[in-house]
């Protein structure tokens, strides 16, 4: 099976704006090359941010992609550029978490994926967030998403 990459892949290779939104950014994907294999694709974002909807202050997270794709795969450059639209974006920890994870799952139609959103406290409480679709398919090894309960993390 070969397709080009770029009838899926907009913004690889090329000078991209930062998207002011989350909305507005634009999330691309590219062909599977494994399609006929179960494995698990991660990506990890240890610099989130977005801010409270409430006070305007910034909010920070570690947040944790794992996904088993089906057909197709998150073009990295467009995930980076999508996460980073959040950074002037009002939203509370859950919907930022869901959304994303709803958002790739939208795009992909992966086997599976699961999003980790651990963030730092908020009035003095971490609210970490937690979604996925379905359950894994058996022959894939899901690894511990490798971030401690809180503790001071960092």
């Known amino acids: 099976m070969t397709h080009d990459i770029t009838d899926h892949a907009r913004q690889l290779g090329q000078p991209t704006a930062q998207p002011r939104s989350p909305e507005e950014a634009q999330l691309d994907r590219?062909?599977?090359?494994?399609?006929?294999?179960?494995?698990?694709?991660?990506?990890t974002a240890p610099e989130f941010t977005s801010l409270c909807p409430v006070t305007g202050q910034p909010d920070f997270a570690i947040l944790v992609i794992d996904y088993v794709p089906d057909q197709w795969l998150v073009e990295s450059k467009s995930l980076k550029l999508y996460l980073h639209s959040f950074r002037d974006h009002g939203a509370f920890h859950e919907d930022c978490t869901v959304g994303i994870g709803r958002r790739l799952?939208?795009?992909?139609?992966?086997?599976?994926?699961r999003i980790g959103g651990y963030w730092y406290p908020r009035g003095g409480i971490p609210i970490d967030?937690?979604?996925?679709?379905?359950?894994?398919?058996a022959s894939v090894w899901l690894p511990d998403q490798g971030v401690p309960p809180y503790r001071a993390r960092g």
């Open 129 to 137: 967030v937690f979604w996925q679709t379905g359950t894994p398919p």
């Open 30 to 43: 590219v062909p599977n090359p494994h399609p006929d294999t179960d494995y698990c694709a991660r990506f």
């Open 105 to 113: 799952t939208a795009l992909l139609e992966p086997r599976y994926l």
